[in-house]
């Protein structure tokens, strides 16, 4: 498809330039990964038995997550990479982005690494791929955390909050504007989206700083080929499974939050008041601190 061709013929053309770039020596343990259809940015780092996984939540990349890190490289070993067709993770011309292409490379991606079973923190959209995976792939996941994901027909509702007017929805099109309104449109969404202002600026340098080195963000075609259709989750997850809210996201004020448990109805379920659509790097203590306490079973 043209879209497709859109998305990825700048990351095509200058992969290597962007793969020998900034992108690669930003941080110390970042690699990318061929799988053909992408070529996936990642990051290992931390001293800890358990593998902990980070998928980000575009427009975020693996440079917001400093302050994170520092917090649980000790007790920790942390992957955190970007999905395909954002950050760095480097799509192909011909990268789809239905969720089962997505799980597929989820899969190849934590199968190749080796370093499992796996501790996988998904969020937003990216759950309902990770709580797939994990339905698909018991050995390899063996808990699950999931951030700002309520059920599918309240994600359905909450992309027409981030889209009223169906541009995104509109192939080719969308591709297109995508690439020359990604600097204007990550600003407002951070606005929106963060619970603390004051993080606005810090993390819009990071998302700016990585467009400027050629970073993709292929929300249009995750709109159009991900988030559509009936729920592709059937069954629930056998895994322990964490829900996790920012209170302060603004994004989610008419969303039913409690339609989560429609994931994983065992899970337990906490909220951050002070935190807003990315908890896990605006509240990284109350965050990390949650966490320590249900991988203990302690929660």
Not at 52 to 76: A, G, Q, R
Not at 149 to 162: A, D, F, I, Y
Not at 243 to 255: A, F, Q, Y
Request: hydrophobic share 40%; with cysteine; charged share 20%.
């Amino acid at each position: 498809m043209l879209s497709e061709v859109i998305d990825g013929f700048l990351p095509t053309i200058n992969r290597k330039k962007i793969m020998n770039g900034p992108a690669s020596i930003s941080r110390d343990g970042i690699e990318f990964m061929d799988l053909v259809s992408a070529h996936i940015r990642y990051r290992v780092v931390g001293m800890g038995k358990q593998t902990l996984v980070f998928e980000t939540d575009p427009p975020i990349v693996i440079e917001h997550y400093d302050e994170l890190i520092n917090l649980l490289k000790d007790d920790f070993r942390i992957v955190i990479f970007e999905p395909p067709g954002f950050g760095f993770s480097l799509p192909s011309m011909t990268l789809k982005y239905d969720i089962d292409s997505m799980v597929y490379l989820t899969e190849r991606f934590l199968s190749q690494l080796s370093l499992g079973p796996y501790l996988l923190v998904a969020p937003c959209v990216t759950a309902f791929g990770a709580v797939a995976l994990a339905q698909k792939r018991p050995d390899l996941i063996s808990h699950l955390v999931l951030s700002q994901v309520p059920s599918w027909e309240q994600m359905l509702k909450w992309k027409v909050g981030r889209d009223p007017k169906g541009l995104l929805g509109t192939p080719v099109i969308s591709q297109l504007l995508l690439q020359f309104l990604k600097r204007k449109r990550t600003p407002n969404w951070l606005k929106k989206a963060l619970g603390n202002e004051s993080l606005v600026a810090s993390f819009n340098h990071i998302a700016q700083v990585a467009y400027s080195q050629g970073a993709s963000f292929n929300l249009a075609s995750a709109f159009q080929q991900f988030l559509k259709g009936p729920n592709p989750i059937t069954g629930q997850t056998l895994q322990p499974t964490l829900i996790v809210w920012g209170d302060l996201d603004k994004s989610h004020c008419e969303t039913c939050k409690h339609s989560s448990l429609e994931l994983a109805s065992s899970a337990n379920v906490i909220h951050i008041p002070e935190a807003g659509h990315f908890p896990e790097l605006e509240t990284p203590t109350a965050f990390v601190a949650h966490l320590n306490s249900f991988y203990r079973g302690t929660l």
